[in-house]
Nanobody, 125 residues
Framework: QVQLVEPGGGSVQAGGSLRLSCAAS????????MGWYREAPGKERELVAD???????RYADSAKGRFTISGDNGLYTMTLQMNSLKPEDTGTYYC???????????????????WGRGTPVTVSS
């Protein structure tokens, strides 16, 4: 019903930059919240940054001052600009969306949390 496409990612040397993007499509009524999560090898998935439809933003401490999250078009598109990358930023980055699904008036819009497939980011020292 909802798809998240995540172009971007790749490999860079420490100090470099990468830009991740996420585009949502499908039977969407609205998107109250979107975010990026990172899963490093051997570690649990953790929040990197998120943004809500009101424009409020949260960053993980590790991302503050280096990463910038932004959303457009009612959060149907979202980007994460990552600067001054460090080897510890390496991992698979997942787009996450809290969506309300359109029921076309049959009932109230229904909540659905959606994950993208993930895009790998490798930062070498």
């Amino acid at each position: 019903q909802v798809q998240l496409v995540e172009p971007g990612g790749g490999s860079v040397q420490a100090g470099g930059s990468l830009r991740l993007s996420c585009a949502a499509s499908g039977n969407i009524y609205s998107i109250p919240l979107m975010g990026w999560y990172r899963e490093a090898p051997g570690k649990e998935r953790e929040l990197v940054a998120d943004i809500n439809s009101g424009g409020s933003i949260r960053y993980a401490d590790s991302a503050k001052g280096r990463f910038t999250i932004s959303g457009d078009n009612g959060l149907y598109t979202m980007t994460l600009q990552m600067n001054s990358l460090k080897p510890e930023d390496t991992g698979t980055y997942y787009c996450n969306a809290h969506t309300l699904i359109n029921t076309y008036g049959l009932s109230a819009p229904r909540f659905l949390e959606v994950w993208g497939r993930g895009t790998p980011v490798t930062v070498s020292s």
